[in-house]
């Protein structure tokens, strides 16, 4: 047992905490000034409903005893046998409260990252239940699957150091489909959907990079090098990510903005997460100056061609982002930094690695993208999900929640 350890995956999860928050600012300054609140809340509700649902059965299930390599079982439920002990499976020098408590705040993050696909059109009742089925049925098996012992992804060989499939890549297609049956915004495609309020973007950009650096470096699960290493990588990607998304829109609008430049630190931040404890400092440059570019296409290319209403672009900066990352995980990884990577990455000479990646990108992205469906046409069989169209033009603030954010504005949305 080491204390020093101890302390820092405790602050390492304060930090990863705080990015809740961080994203609901973030989201809500892009929003439309009528729906800020139910913003805020829609990311900001889930620290009550994430960490409950965690310590009853989502820990278990995640990190429990391992079922035919997709989920745990309910031995751990309600943190039974959870306690000042190390679990040796997963992280031997701290306790297992303070490894849970960790995974907690991954958990809690993961189906916020969601709502901005979603953003201005769903019903909060909805949005509660759908948050709840996704955790139960999504997340804590891909979890599973990914980092828990036996799970079937981990099997293969493939890694994923902070959460590039369980996080990123299964909330962004998640947001894909749940934003594709929900149906389009009311004035989608006729008038310009344009943020509310940039500094609540690069506040909350500040946040989520702040938070980050426990998210990234906390999940090397001890206070050593490895999580130095990991904080140096996933600040040069947001960095590198950062200035190549201002160069982007210098070259083609010819002016930086600064929505681009809180865009492009996030998808860097993104992109690095699976790969931020095995990859060399000098490839984290390279996948953050590369993913603004991706990130960008399909904001702006793939998005306008199939005219899904991605409406904060939760695909097209954590689905693709993390598509990327997964990717370059395997061409980057080396053994010699970590050894959780059976092998080296394709740049250095192994396919092995590099083929356990896809298929694992593919086995995420195919889970997700079937489960959320299943998930959002049950719901919708049961209840309303979407706001009429009165109330879309209304605004979700009033109609959802009886509040507004501004009460002393009494000029045009």
């Known amino acids: 047992m080491s204390n020093g350890n101890t302390a820092y995956i405790l602050i390492s999860s304060a930090l990863v905490l705080l990015m809740t928050p961080g994203l609901a600012f973030f989201y809500s300054g892009m929003e439309r000034r009528k729906n800020a609140l139910n913003t805020l809340m829609s990311c900001f509700f889930i620290l009550g409903l994430g960490s409950v649902l965690w310590v009853a059965v989502g820990y278990s299930l995640s990190f429990g005893p391992d079922h035919g390599g997709i989920i745990g079982d309910f031995s751990k439920a309600f943190f039974n046998g959870v306690g000042f002990e190390p679990n040796g499976d997963y992280a031997g020098t701290i306790p297992e409260t303070v490894f849970a408590a960790f995974q907690m705040m991954f958990a809690i993050i993961t189906p916020a990252l969601i709502c901005g696909a979603i953003a201005g059109r769903m019903k909060f009742s909805a949005l509660f239940v759908f948050v709840t089925a996704w ?3 999504v997340y804590y098996p891909l979890a599973h699957m990914v980092w828990g012992v036996g799970g079937l992804i981990r099997g293969l060989g493939a890694v994923d150091f902070a959460g590039g499939n369980v996080v990123h890549i299964s909330s962004g297609v998640s947001g894909l489909v749940a934003c594709i049956i929900l149906g389009k915004r009311r004035e989608y495609g006729v008038v310009s959907y344009k943020p509310h309020n940039i500094p609540f973007v690069v ?10 650096f426990g998210f990234n470096s906390g999940s090397a699960l001890a206070a050593d090098g490895l999580a130095a290493h990991a904080f140096m990588t996933t600040n040069t990607s947001a960095a590198a990510a950062l200035l190549s998304w201002m160069l982007i829109e210098k070259v083609l609008h010819g002016k930086p903005t600064v929505l681009g430049a809180a865009t492009g630190a996030v998808v860097g931040l993104v992109a690095i997460t699976p790969a931020a404890g095995f990859v060399p400092i000098w490839a984290a440059l390279i996948i953050g100056l590369l993913v603004s570019p991706i990130c ?9 061609r199939f005219g899904y209403d991605d409406a904060l672009d939760a695909f097209g900066c954590h689905g693709l982002g993390g598509i990327w990352g997964g990717i370059a995980t395997g061409l980057f990884a080396k053994t010699s930094i970590n050894s959780g990577a059976q092998w080296n990455g394709l740049v250095f000479g192994d396919v092995r690695l590099f083929g356990a990646q896809l298929l694992s990108i593919l086995i995420t992205i195919v889970f997700a993208g079937v489960a959320t469906f299943i998930i959002v046409s049950v719901i919708k069989l049961v209840m309303p999900i979407k706001v009429s169209q009165e109330e879309e033009a209304q605004g979700l603030d009033m109609v959802e929640h009886g509040e507004v954010a501004y009460p002393s504005f009494n000029g045009l949305d």
């Not at 506040?203 to 980050?212: I, M, V």
């Not at 960008?296 to 306008?304: E, R, V």
Request: charged share 10%; hydrophobic share 60%.
């Open 203 to 212: 506040l909350g950009a500040a946040l989520l990079w702040f938070g980050w």
């Open 135 to 137: 955790s139960l049925l």
């Open 296 to 304: 960008y296409f399909g904001m702006t290319k793939i998005k306008g």
